[in-house]
């Protein structure tokens, strides 16, 4: 971090973010806050990237911000009265004390753990080493992953089906 | 070619940016600042290059259209109508942009300008020559895929926010499409990547370079999936059912007027040159032609190659119907999808068998590209002949619908 492009990209990525992250929770419309969120994905993949993990924040993009969400477009359209706000919810109170409660623990482990500086340059080829770590030291919970998924698939199909 | 020619050698457009990055380092500035200049120079060489291809296209395409139909195409304005673009892009500006009573305000403004982003970003990664690459990233053809991926939520932006049925209705077959062809098309380029063993564009392009031979001879069936695949997240015309105009108007942008909708027919010829250059240096090897860019430079070529397969994407909209939209999802997840998966076996069973026996390259090249051309052959005809009910090229009755076992929708009781 003693580069000062890495330092301008780290702040104007973590402001975009955080922004964004913010906006999510303060619009009214739904769909706006939808397009907040991908632009928070966005954000978080940048910083991958300025951590040299140029893998992990390709597949965020592709993930995240490609497939996600359109899965939550899909689940909000589908959602009677999307458009609507959400003062009349009554469980403002205990998500606010939720969320109190999260930040707080986040903010006590981000304090109190001695966080090492790794003293590296950048990697050379992520996904390399990321494919071979998955199919050697890290096969059988890819594979259990893989199953979790077809399975998961299957379900949809039997859902879908009318017999 | 090498970089110690003189900067106005534009056999190389590395040579004059060589030339500036030792006079920047002469003045002392550090590597940081050299990184940034010319990170800028690169991109407004793209930007330049995106701009023209734009307005060009858009006679190329018109022209080219124009002939395939038997018509003559645009032909008043300026010689050969060359200056028809300019006389188009003057009439949109003059427009007035006009804007529905219920819009969502910034997303119907915001959609079009955004929607350039992930097709300028695609020519980023581009090799363009043997040093010419703005960003060579590791993971070059994951962040392609990520980009059109991208561009689903932009176009279902502009759909969602003109506040018109035909638009969201253009907006969801959209959405459906991009999904359904996007798992054909990753599945291809698995194939090339395999094959390759590298995922950045760089290293493809040099692959070829060091085995003497283009990819499409070893990945015949993956250029074809990716060919259609691709044809289909352009939204060109066999697959253009989001802006089908017989059924839907103009699909995601039929509220948008004057130079908003100018955008959007922009970056739909931007996004197709983005392609075939993806097409050109996965498949057809980049700025390397067999040598060829000894003598003529390979950054010539390899436009050179985007344009014929452009070539390609006008020949079907000239002359191939539009698909219905349940014909579109099922030939993607009918066909391309089980293709796609065996080609990527095939590949992984390849290379397994290469590594492993550590054979040479040069005996076993050439008998897997003989082995995937005969695979590929025999599953295309073979698919057809499972899938398609039997066709009748001369027949003696009129047949009614229902003996085609065509659904027939419900009579209505009103």
Redesign the interface.
Known sequence: MD???VVIAFWALAAMTIGAAAMLILVR?L??AI?FL?LSFVGVAGLYITLSA??VA??Q??IY???I??LM??AVMLTPLSERDNSGNFLQLPALVLSGLVIAGVTFVALETEWREAGRGSF????AEIGEALLSPFVLPFEIASVLLVAAMIGAIVIVRDD | MSLLANWYDFRDLGNPVARLIEALQDAGLSGGWIYAISGLLGAIGILSFVGVAAVINIWIERRLIGRIQVRRGPNRVGPFGLLQPVADAIKLIQKEALQPDNADGIMFTLAPIVIFIPAILAFSVLPWGEHMVLADLNVGVLFLLALSSTTTIIIFMAGYASNNKYAILGSMRVIAMLISYELPVVLALLGVVLFAGTMSLTGIVSFQETYWSWLIFFQPLAFLIFLLGSTAELNRTPADIAEAESEIVAGFHIEYSGMKFGLFYAVELVNTVAVSAIIASLFFGGWWTYGLEEFIPGWILFIGKIYSIYFIFIWFRGTLPRFRVDQLMAFAWKVLLPLALINAMMVALEIFIWTEYEISAGIVLPIFAVVNFALAGVLIVGFGRVMSRTMERFPKLPRLVKDIDVPLPEPSTA
């Open positions: 580069d000062l492009g419309n769909m706006h397009l991908i140029d893998f390709v597949a993009v592709l911000a490609g497939a969400s359109v477009i899909f050379d080829t992520t996904a």
